[in-house]
């Protein structure tokens, strides 16, 4: 069964800088997940889970939401079924849990009922 592992979570000041990364250790074949379109998913407190950013197979093409646009980058290493979310300039809004997630397309339009497998996602948060 294809489940997604989420890490790098935590604590940190605004400004600062977290980098989530997720694996997914149940693809059992490699050109599963490079053919998989991924991104990362976001539910603050009391609020719906939401798309921050979605890459596709290849890493040709990436969205992001508005309200991270210049601060966080999203990267996917086919070679070792490893995506990542590089965060700089954190905001207290940007507090949530975060969770990675697949699309068995190889592009995804990053809405949260497109994706396929999930993560069971891992807390950011982020004081002021």
């Known amino acids: 069964e294809v489940h997604m592992v989420e890490s790098g979570g935590g604590s940190a000041q605004a400004g600062g800088s977290l980098r989530l990364s997720c694996t997914a250790p149940?693809?059992?074949?490699?050109?599963?997940?490079?053919?998989?379109?991924m991104g990362w998913y976001r539910q603050a407190p009391g609020k719906e889970r939401q798309g921050v950013s979605c890459?596709?197979?290849?890493?040709?093409?990436?969205y992001y939401t508005d309200s991270v646009k210049g601060r966080f980058y999203i990267s996917r290493d086919n070679a070792n079924n490893m995506m990542y979310l590089e965060m700089d300039n954190l905001k207290p809004e940007d507090t949530g849990t975060y969770y990675c997630?697949?699309?068995?397309?190889?592009?995804?339009?990053?809405?949260?009922?497109?994706?396929?497998?999930w993560g069971k996602g891992t807390l950011v948060t982020i004081s002021s």
């Open positions: 997630a697949a699309d068995r397309r190889t592009w995804t339009d990053c809405k949260t009922a497109s994706m396929d497998y």
């Open positions: 149940g693809f059992t074949l490699d050109d599963v997940f490079d053919d998989s379109a």
């Open positions: 890459i596709n197979w290849n890493g040709q093409y990436k």
